[in-house]
């Protein structure tokens, strides 16, 4: 077998894309077809650019507007983890998040578009997001985000195509977040390392995925942050997370699932983690304020 890798930049993240063939010539078409479904992914749902069907849904927010197949699927997932969450994952979160001072594109907070700032707006309860089959309608007072599903909803879209296309042996990374599936191409299975909260070119520990499909994210309040502010935003205050963890690893089948349920166990804070997850068989690492690294607390079985 044979491992093929492209690294790029996508979604304000580094890219890497890595897929195992038996032949050379079937790798081109892979890679096009995966970074073409990147650039559209982000053309339609990116909040930073003003011709982006997120960006025309939030200026016309108040009153019915027609939406894509694709943009009703997001739709769909993202009200059935805010339901699952009960609220802690809330796709309205943008405009606390601006009013926190994450306006613009990362790393560049501060530089962006008077149109796409939604700071005078608020922060509306996850139920007010009414999706019927070709429109959607939210508040007017309201703005949609997809920062804390879309990665993680996209690398599933990714592996799927893959997965349909008969390449059942990859691993994608979009800003740190995985999905992997089969094998490497000595035929071993994928390892994922979770970085130390205060070295990342440390692993404090590492995740196998035994040959299955499995989704892999990382959150935290260690990066994208800056003055008195960080960019995981606490539904029930509107504010950042006042949270004792400093990043939450959580590995599941979907990479959905992992994006969504890592922000929401820093959210909570390590005291609330383990009865949020205590129905769940998914398998995380916590790092906190007293314990990381090798100390990290970790919760579930190890996959």
Same mark, same amino acid.
């Given at each position: 077998?044979?491992?093929?890798?492209?690294l790029?930049?996508?979604?304000?993240?580094?890219v890497?894309?890595?897929?195992?063939?038996?032949?050379?010539?079937?790798?081109?078409p892979?890679?096009?077809?995966?970074w073409?479904?990147?650039?559209?992914?982000?053309?339609?749902?990116?909040r930073?650019?003003?011709?982006?069907?997120?960006?025309?849904?939030?200026?016309?927010?108040?009153?019915?507007?027609p939406?894509?197949?694709?943009?009703h699927?997001?739709?769909?997932?993202?009200?059935?983890?805010?339901?699952?969450?009960?609220?802690?994952?809330?796709?309205?979160?943008?405009?606390s998040?601006?009013q926190?001072?994450?306006?613009?594109?990362?790393?560049?907070?501060?530089n962006?578009?008077?149109?796409?700032?939604?700071?005078? *707006?608020?922060?509306s309860?996850?139920?007010?997001? @009414?999706?019927?089959? =070709?429109t /959607?309608?939210?508040s $007017?007072a309201? +703005?949609?985000?997809?920062?804390?599903?879309?990665?993680?909803?996209?690398?599933?879209?990714?592996?799927d195509?893959?997965?349909?296309?008969?390449?059942?042996n990859?691993?994608?990374s979009l800003?740190?977040?995985?999905?992997?599936?089969?094998r490497?191409?000595?035929?071993e299975d994928?390892?994922?390392?979770?970085?130390?909260?205060?070295d990342?070119?440390i692993?404090?520990?590492?995740?196998?995925?035994?040959?299955?499909?499995?989704?892999?994210?990382?959150?935290?309040?260690?990066?994208?942050?800056?003055?008195?502010?960080?960019h995981i935003?606490?539904? *029930?205050?509107?504010?950042?997370?006042?949270?004792? @963890?400093?990043?939450? =690893?959580? /590995?599941?089948?979907? $990479?959905?699932? +992992?994006?969504?349920?890592?922000?929401?166990l820093?959210?909570?804070?390590?005291?609330?983690?383990?009865?949020f997850?205590?129905?769940?068989d998914?398998?995380?690492?916590?790092?906190?304020v007293?314990q990381?690294?090798?100390?990290?607390?970790?919760?579930?079985?190890?996959?």
């Amino acid at each position: 077998m044979l491992r093929f890798q492209q690294l790029g930049k996508a979604l304000g993240s580094d890219v890497a894309l890595t897929v195992i063939v038996k032949h050379e010539s079937e790798v081109g078409p892979i890679f096009q077809t995966l970074w073409a479904l990147i650039t559209s992914f982000e053309k339609r749902f990116s909040r930073f650019l003003p011709d982006s069907e997120l960006s025309h849904f939030n200026l016309n927010a108040g009153r019915p507007t027609p939406i894509s197949r694709q943009f009703h699927e997001l739709l769909i997932s993202a009200q059935k983890y805010s339901n699952q969450t009960d609220g802690l994952y809330n796709p309205f979160i943008l405009p606390s998040l601006q009013q926190a001072g994450y306006i613009g594109s990362w790393p560049q907070p501060d530089n962006y578009n008077q149109r796409l700032n939604y700071s005078k *707006r608020q922060l509306s309860d996850h139920q007010q997001l @009414v999706i019927k089959p =070709t429109t /959607a309608h939210i508040s $007017a007072a309201s +703005a949609l985000d997809f920062g804390g599903i879309g990665k993680g909803y996209l690398l599933d879209e990714l592996a799927d195509y893959l997965e349909k296309s008969g390449f059942n042996n990859y691993w994608l990374s979009l800003g740190g977040d995985i999905i992997c599936n089969g094998r490497d191409h000595q035929a071993e299975d994928w390892k994922i390392g979770v970085a130390d909260a205060h070295d990342d070119s440390i692993a404090c520990t590492t995740i196998t995925n035994h040959g299955q499909r499995l989704g892999v994210a990382t959150s935290g309040t260690t990066i994208r942050k800056g003055q008195g502010w960080h960019h995981i935003i606490d539904p *029930r205050t509107g504010r950042p997370a006042e949270t004792d @963890v400093l990043t939450a =690893t959580l /590995a599941a089948p979907s $990479a959905t699932t +992992a994006d969504v349920f890592a922000k929401c166990l820093v959210i909570l804070g390590s005291t609330s983690i383990a009865k949020f997850l205590e129905t769940t068989d998914y398998y995380a690492v916590v790092q906190t304020v007293a314990q990381s690294g090798k100390q990290a607390l970790q919760y579930g079985k190890t996959p």
